[in-house]
């Protein structure tokens, strides 16, 4: 069967793993047809927007897409087009596991963590004022009405909305995902000993879901607390279900246990479609250098060969992708003892040493 996948190679260094892992997909004898869409400043320059409709129709027909990551300007212009696509498709669970492989130089061992991060709000909501607006005035008089607080006039402000839908679904998401994955822990994280009402209000809801799944142990700790605990002892967690804004914080505390970025794929989930990316941002500093590490692509595309029901050729893609880890030749600067080794190779090389593993594990 013929998988059709929108494939959206983003920009930074995007198009180079994005590309990288598309070839590595290809090499596994699945059969896939590639829908190509554009989005982010290109899509921008080309469409005069950076998520032109014929992406996202291109997405709800195909119901699977690869992405690479996608730059958003810092402070002024577009907003986040990443979250864009996950909030108008409905994504409403980023799935990231992360784990240590053989002979990546971290001081940890055994890490096995699975981040399942609530994606459609939070401080992510987007619904934000800003210093000197109208708006921002009507809301600053709101809450001296509503509160008795007064917050200084030259303030900007952005809304942290935490709804009760959106708590319910993702700690069921991430029960239902234990349950299937043979996992034994679900650990909902939270501030909610200072935000009472929206971090309260995911923490209660939590509470209640984990009641449906005894054969699942819950326990809950606090941001900072786990933050501690990670560094310190990360074994000890197995799923962690967190609000959009420390989900994002922890992901990258999360790559940083288990070698760094270039090795932390995910996959944001909705009802019946789901975009496969990796943790990692655009990188422009290393655009178009053929330097960026492709394994977080591929490992995200090895998630995709599972959603799609292709398991075999999943377990042997993260096979060959395991191989070239541990043997550690064929392998972009950041897996290097000394990132400034100079027999790191480059970006389509790693492709080519997961290509030739799988090839002679066909032999
Ligand atoms: P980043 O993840 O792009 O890069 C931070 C640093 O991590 C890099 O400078 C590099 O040293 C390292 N790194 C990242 N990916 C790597 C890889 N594959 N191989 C080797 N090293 C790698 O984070 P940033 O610099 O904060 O963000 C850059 C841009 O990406 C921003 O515009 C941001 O908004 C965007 N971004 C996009 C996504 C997405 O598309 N889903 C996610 C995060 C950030």
């Given at each position: 069967m013929r998988h059709k996948i929108t494939f959206i190679p983003g920009d930074g260094v995007g198009p180079e793993v994005a590309r990288a892992a598309q070839r590595t997909l290809e090499a596994t004898g699945v059969q896939f047809q590639w829908d190509t869409a554009i989005i982010g400043s290109q899509a921008q320059d080309m469409f005069g927007t950076p998520l032109p409709g014929s992406a996202l129709e291109s997405i709800k027909r195909n119901k699977i897409a690869i992405k690479g990551p996608v730059t958003t300007p810092i402070g002024t212009g577009f907003r986040s087009v990443n979250v864009a696509v996950r909030k108008k498709l409905d994504l409403y669970a980023c799935l990231r596991p992360y784990k240590t492989y053989p002979g990546v130089h971290t001081p940890y061992k055994n890490v096995?963590?699975?981040?399942?991060?609530?994606?459609?709000?939070?401080?992510?909501?987007?619904?934000?004022?800003?210093?000197?607006?109208?708006?921002?005035?009507?809301?600053?008089?709101?809450?001296?009405?509503?509160?008795?607080?007064?917050?200084?006039?030259?303030?900007?402000?952005?809304?942290?909305?935490?709804?009760?839908?959106?708590?319910e679904r993702i700690t069921k998401f991430a029960f239902e995902y234990a349950r299937q994955n043979g996992r034994k822990k679900v650990t909902a994280i939270h501030k909610a000993n200072i935000l009472k009402f929206s971090d309260g209000l995911f923490l209660d809801t939590a509470r209640k879901v984990a009641k449906s799944y005894p054969d699942i142990e819950f326990t809950d700790m606090v941001l900072d607390a786990t933050c501690?605990?990670?560094?310190?002892?990360?074994?000890?967690?197995?799923?962690?279900?967190?609000?959009?804004?420390?989900?994002?914080?922890?992901?990258?505390?999360?790559?940083?246990?288990?070698?760094?970025?270039?090795?932390?794929?995910?996959?944001?989930?909705?009802?019946?479609?789901?975009?496969?990316?990796?943790?990692?941002?655009?990188?422009?500093?290393?655009?178009?250098?053929?330097?960026?590490?492709?394994?977080?692509?591929?490992?995200?595309?090895?998630?995709?060969?599972?959603?799609?029901?292709?398991?075999?050729?999943?377990?042997?893609?993260?096979?060959?992708?395991?191989?070239?880890?541990?043997?550690?030749?064929?392998?972009?600067?950041?897996?290097?003892?000394?990132?400034?080794?100079?027999?790191?190779?480059?970006?389509?090389?790693?492709?080519?040493?997961?290509?030739?593993?799988?090839?002679?594990?066909?032999?």
């Open positions: 096995d963590i699975v981040v399942v991060r609530e994606n459609t709000e939070d401080l992510y909501s987007g619904i934000e004022f800003a210093r000197g607006d109208q708006e921002t005035a009507k809301l600053l008089e709101l809450v001296v009405h509503a509160t008795g607080e007064r917050i200084k006039k030259d303030s900007a402000v952005s809304l942290k909305v935490i709804s009760q839908a959106a708590s501690m605990q990670l560094v310190r002892r990360p074994q000890q967690f197995d799923i962690l279900v967190l609000p959009n804004f420390y989900g994002d914080i922890i992901s990258d505390l999360c790559a940083g246990l288990i070698g760094g970025l270039g090795l932390a794929p995910g996959a944001n989930i909705g009802n019946d479609i789901a975009v496969f990316e990796p943790t990692h941002g655009s990188a422009p500093k290393y655009a178009g250098k053929n330097r960026a590490n492709p394994i977080a692509t591929m490992l995200s595309g090895v998630m995709m060969l599972h959603h799609l029901g292709e398991k075999n050729s999943a377990n042997r893609l993260e096979k060959a992708i395991t191989d070239v880890i541990t043997e550690g030749k064929s392998v972009t600067y950041d897996l290097k003892f000394d990132p400034n080794d100079s027999n790191a190779v480059g970006t389509s090389q790693v492709a080519d040493a997961v290509i030739e593993k799988l090839r002679q594990a066909e032999k």
